[in-house]
């Protein structure tokens, strides 16, 4: 029976069906007889053309599109997961190349750091330098490098093996197989819709259907598609490659315009065509839009330049001044404003201009389409610049800080405007957050990276982020009921009235059990609990969620590496001139050369200076036996305890003051400041008790300058004959310390603090001995003194690495009492002289070694004669100057002026004014109290108004140019600027006689939330009630106060109570008595929260400088030579601390305050810390 294909039943079916059957047909099996070479040919030929089309495919989706219809739903989920694997496998990838480099490079990643448990050591063992002690210390770090090693191998093989699973799962025969599998399950459930009908004619001549068979173009589709599978997964494995390549250069390319931008951004915030003009034309066309007329000439505000700071010259501001100085600046007949109403102008305008700045963003844009349209087919080309440029209006803003938000616009770019995009894109806020950037200072042959500097420019105040912790607020309060039970318990059993000296304190080792009170203070202990529970319940998660670091964080990985591969340390200037970056090995070259003067210095063996501290601390026990023994007012206050806080347990693990040099960059060459920290030594309680005991007579001596407040108050009530020449003339004590003839010093010290208590004394009599200021007692404690300032100056012993040395000459600077005897030696002299009586000297005064007098004379000469011929110190050179118009001394320039004496602030050359900039993450709070302090510290160092307006002027744009907000500077100046000047010289006196209760604590956003005046309220409020009801007999069992009735079987610690402490209450109807908390002062206390700093940088400055030293000893060892002395670094802790400076508070009790000018704001300030203005009575 012959069967053929019936034209009229196929187009009745379908016409397209037909013709295209036919046209493949006559196609595809052209030249081929047999019916398998035609299949074979038609399955090549379907092939071919969908692997063209696959070809010519850039995306996914695609790709699918060219499988066959009736195969891509089908498919299309496994091929989009092939897609999703191929992705995944380009990641790992990627993450494996990234941590095979790090690890191969050492910079393992933070997420992958270790570090040794923390293990207890004595200091005095650690510190011995043996090879114990290295021993020791190389266990633990031997121990933790193998871990550190086993752990980056561990995660660089993790990686591998999840790159191979990845291979596998993309990997040809294993996707074939399953997609194979998809292409027959899906031809075998549609098969039956393939077919075609046959047909045959029978004996008659009638064509009826034969049969039904399967078209030869879906076998065809079948095989087809089963043989380009892999080429479809080819291609969507190169699709995939490809965009992680075009990704990874296109995050390169915005991460190096973000980093060039970030670099340049400080450039970028200066005045000048390519920003300011901006700025300028942008802020005077919003102005135009917002109709705000005119509002006279103050109104048009000229924001202080923020980058030229000429502190010592100040011309006029008549748009900052005082009521009564506008009228002289001002034309005729103009209204004169207030200066506050001046200031909110000011910032009305700049807020104003801001608003109108983005109110007007869009209608500019809008306005500037058609001529920018314009611009582009005039400027097609002439470059890419201009159509670059195009995309500034369509973008809205980006951060340098954070590479994703630069558009992809700046890959078409240059370099050049690339930058500039993202400049001109970023917020003005930010670009003026950023301006604080600049230079550090540098030793000779020392260069650091502009992108370093940039993060060093912030100072070594600028403190670090630290994540917020509710558990903050339980551990203050754990710490404060802990402190205020034992407070309550010395209270009772000594009185309000033993005598107690908070400078000789000494904070007890020992952990006892905390003393337990009786119930009803117990319950008022509990009502603070719930309050402190209440407040951590209310602190919103959100909001501690959303507290994040700032920009402009220092990349402190980038800063460690950089010094240790360069071996730089970042130390501290003299003078306070900013820290400065220095090469280890010139430094220790330079200290070295101070150590090997012999004329200052002799060298120890270690023998030796183990003898010398042992004599040392066998004269502190002698000296503590004294005053328990001999001077019952000395011991009360705790002073033989005071003494023998340094006295190590073993009697042999001394601490030894580590000698360091501090440059001063000032000084061509570079000079060296030797500095002998001796805070932890053995005698330093001996020098601390000398210091103490000296401050009334250098208080009571007329020569001695005490600061610049005190100069200037002396200034200010100066009378000057104006009818007579006079002179200003200078004196600087050269190496004032080291020069004192030390055993000199000491005898004259001595016979005027011999002179001052003997005049002081009180006459015996029969209890002299309970007299503080008998004779008797006096007598015993001149002896004490000559005995404690000779332990504490004498046989100086200082450590520099393994080596040891002993100062032969003068004072060192760095013990407690150095400045006072050197000030005593200084007016010894200076009373002996004369000098205050001399009729043609108008003023004197030294601080230190700084000499300043106001001599009338005929001429320079003489004036200069008349005070080198009378100021003179034995063993000392003074170099002396004379000046006519003015001179220099401590942070003022004083000058006359129309026969008149005047001063102003005075800033040294290569001063970088390192003020805490505003990215620093110090409270608020914190901030507005520097800038307070500075305006207080000006109004001293200026002798008129409009000095003192020109320095708020230069202040604030030192401020603007440490990133601090214009409008929250203009708001400080405005509601302080007043007050600062008119109580530039008054004195502080205490507001309160209250005593001061304290939780301790450190900077963090939680307590915002939290008040201490409240908790105080809470506690002492449920005491007074008690009392109240108590002397009544009136009890309650309410559970949300109870006001209990004492139970005669509680037991409590408070059984030794002095009498006049009692107090009495009704207990059923009988009378009791019970310790009175009133009359101890409790209930009156004031209740505040002190904060100490976080992290900062000059702490891990500080561990970065041991870290570089340290591998010098390590470099040694494995050199071989002698065996270095371990350095004080605790490598545990530092290594934690370097990793997550933000987690960690530490101490700095190594920063030595030189020669300070002013009071530090932190101590002269309270809003350093958040204190409570409320009261509880």
Not at 162 to 178: G, I, R, T
Not at 235 to 251: E, S, T
Not at 311 to 317: D, I, L, V
Not at 967 to 975: D, F
Request: proline share 4%; net charge neutral; with cysteine.
């Amino acid at each position: 029976m012959s069967s053929q294909y019936s034209a009229a039943f196929s187009r009745a079916m379908s016409p397209t069906l037909d013709a295209l059957t036919q046209a493949v047909v006559n196609n595809t099996v052209f030249g081929v007889n047999d019916e398998a070479g035609r299949h074979n040919a038609l399955i090549d030929e379907l092939a071919t053309v969908v692997i063209k089309k696959i070809a010519e495919c850039r995306s996914v989706d695609q790709v699918i599109d060219c499988v066959f219809f009736d195969y891509r739903a089908a498919l299309r989920e496994f091929l989009l997961n092939l897609a999703s694997w191929c992705d995944k496998r380009e990641t790992v990838k990627a993450s494996l190349e990234r941590l095979e480099s790090a690890v191969s490079a050492g910079n393992t990643p933070n997420r992958l750091k270790v570090k040794a448990p923390e293990f207890q050591l004595t200091k005095e063992f650690a510190d011995a330098g043996s090879a114990e002690a290295l021993r020791v210390s190389t266990t633990f770090s031997t121990a933790r490098d193998a871990f550190q090693k086993a752990i980056n191998d561990g995660a660089v093989q993790a990686k591998k093996d999840e790159l191979a699973f990845w291979d596998d799962k993309c990997a040809l025969n294993s996707c074939y197989e399953a997609a194979a599998l998809i292409v027959k399950a899906t031809y075998d459930d549609r098969k039956s819709s393939y077919k075609l009908p046959v047909f045959s004619t029978d004996n008659k001549g009638v064509r009826r259907i034969a049969e039904w068979v399967v078209s030869p173009q879906k076998k065809a589709e079948c095989s087809a598609l089963q043989t380009i599978l892999p080429a479809i997964f080819s291609h969507i494995k190169q699709i995939v490659n490809m965009r992680h390549r075009a990704l990874a250069i296109k995050i390169e390319k915005k991460r190096m315009t973000a980093a060039t931008a970030d670099v340049e951004m400080a450039d970028a915030t200066k005045p000048g065509p390519s920003i300011q003009s901006l700025i300028d034309k942008g802020l005077n066309a919003r102005l135009k839009k917002l109709n705000l007329g005119s509002v006279g000439k103050k109104a048009s505000f000229r924001n202080p330049s923020p980058i030229i700071l000429d502190t010592n010259y100040y011309s006029n501001y008549p748009d900052f001044v005082w009521p009564e100085f506008v009228q002289g600046s001002s034309t005729s007949g103009q209204e004169s404003w207030p200066f506050e109403t001046q200031v909110v102008v000011d910032a009305f305008a700049t807020q104003a201009s801001n608003q109108g700045f983005q109110q007007g963003r869009q209608q500019e844009e809008r306005e500037g389409e058609s001529s920018r349209q314009e611009q582009r087919s005039k400027g097609k080309g002439k470059g890419k610049s201009l159509d670059a440029r195009s995309t500034v209006a369509s973008f809205t803003s980006v951060r340098p800080a954070f590479p994703n938000s630069i558009p992809d616009d700046i890959l078409t770019m240059t370099k050049t405007d690339a930058v500039s995009f993202v400049h001109l894109h970023t917020p003005i806020s930010f670009l003026l957050a950023g301006q604080y950037r600049s230079s550090v200072h540098c030793s000779p042959g020392v260069s650091v990276p502009v992108d370093v500097a940039n993060d060093l420019s912030l100072g070594l105040n600028y403190m670090f982020f630290t994540l917020p912790s509710k558990s903050l607020i339980m551990q203050a309060w754990n710490d404060f009921q802990r402190r205020i039970r034992w407070r309550i318990y010395f209270l009772f059993k000594e009185g309000m009235n033993k005598p107690f000296d908070p400078d000789y304190g000494v904070s007890s080792k020992k952990k006892e059990k905390l003393p337990v009170l009786p119930q009803y203070m117990e319950l008022g202990l509990s009502m603070g609990r719930r309050y402190v529970q209440r407040t951590i319940a209310s602190i919103p998660e959100e909001a501690l969620t959303e507290m994040r670091k700032h920009a402009f964080s220092p990349k402190r990985d980038k800063i460690r590496k950089f010094l240790i591969d360069n071996n730089y340390v970042i130390t501290m200037t003299d003078k306070n001139l900013g820290l400065a970056v220095s090469e280890r090995d010139w430094i220790l070259r330079n200290e070295l050369n101070l150590l090997e003067d012999e004329r200052n210095y002799e060298e120890l063996e270690f023998e030796v200076a183990q003898e010398v501290m042992k004599s040392k601390m066998i004269q502190m026990q002698t000296l503590a036996r004294t005053v328990e023994d001999e001077h019952l007012f000395l011991f009360e206050l705790g002073l033989s305890r005071f003494f023998l806080s340094n006295v190590p347990e073993d009697g042999s693990s001394f601490k030894y003051p580590q000698f360091h040099g501090i440059p001063k960059i000032h000084k061509k060459p570079t000079g060296f400041r030797p500095i002998i920290p001796c805070h932890s030594v053995v005698f330093n309680p001996a020098a601390k008790f000398v210091s103490k005991e000296l401050k009334p007579i250098i208080k009571s001596t007329p020569s001695i300058i005490h600061g610049t407040k005190d100069l200037f108050t002396r200034l200010s009530q100066l009378r000057i004959d104006s009818k007579r020449q006079w002179y200003f003339v200078t004196g600087d004590v050269v190496a004032f310390y080291p020069n004192i003839p030390l055993d000199l010093c000491i005898e004259i010290v001595c016979s005027m603090y011999e002179e001052w208590l003997l005049n002081a004394s009180e006459e015996n009599t029969a209890l002299a001995h309970i007299n503080p200021n008998s004779l008797e007692n006096n007598l015993v404690k001149l002896g004490i003194f000559k005995r404690a300032i000779e332990i504490g100056n004498t046989q100086l012993i200082t450590q520099h690495g393994s080596r040891y040395f002993r100062q032969k000459n003068g004072l060192a600077m760095g013990v407690a009492d150095s400045p006072d005897l050197a000030n005593l030696f200084g007016a010894h002299f200076e009373i002996k002289s004369k000098i205050l009586d001399h009729p043609n000297v108008a003023f004197y005064g030294r601080y230190i070694d700084d000499c300043f007098a106001i001599v009338y004379a005929e001429s320079e000469a003489l004036a200069l004669n008349l005070i080198k011929e009378t100021i003179m110190f034995d063993g000392c050179v003074i170099e002396w100057a004379v000046s006519s118009s003015g001179c220099q001394f401590l942070d003022a320039f004083i000058f006359k002026e129309s026969g008149k004496l005047h001063w102003k602030p005075f800033v040294k050359t290569g001063n970088n004014r390192e003020r805490i900039p505003w990215v620093s993450h110090h409270p608020l709070d914190v901030k507005r109290g520097v800038y307070i302090g500075e305006l207080s510290r000006l109004a001293v160092l200026c002798s008129t108004k409009e000095i003192y307006i020109g320095a708020i002027r230069d202040l604030n744009a030192l401020y603007l140019m440490r990133g601090y907000p214009e409008n929250l500077v203009m708001s400080w100046c405005k509601k302080n600027i007043q007050e600062r000047w008119e109580k530039r010289f008054a004195l502080r006196v205490a507001e309160h006689d209250e005593s001061i209760l304290v939780l301790k604590t450190r900077f963090d956003q939680v307590w915002n939330w939290f008040s201490a005046a409240e908790l105080g309220k809470t506690i002492t409020e449920y005491w007074s009630a008690w009392y109240e009801h108590a002397e009544k007999g009136l009890y309650s069992a309410d559970s949300s106060r109870p006001l209990i009735k004492p139970d005669p079987n509680y037991v409590h610690d408070l059984d030794d109570v002095r009498p006049e402490l009692f107090t009495q209450i009704l207990v059923d109807g009988e009378t009791e008595f019970v310790p009175d908390l009133r009359k101890i002062g409790l209930l009156g206390s004031r209740w505040i929260v002190s904060r100490k700093r976080n992290t900062n940088l000059f702490d891990l400055a500080n561990v970065w400088k041991k870290t570089v030293f340290r591998k010098l000893d390590e470099d040694i060892a494995e050199k071989g030579g002698v065996v270095p002395e371990t350095q004080n670094v605790n490598e545990t802790y530092h290594s934690a601390l370097v990793e997550a400076a933000e987690q960690i508070s530490i101490e700095s009790d190594n920063e030595i305050i030189l020669h300070r000018r002013s009071i530090s704001q932190e101590r002269e300030h309270p809003e350093f810390g958040r204190i409570s203005k409320s009261y509880n009575r």
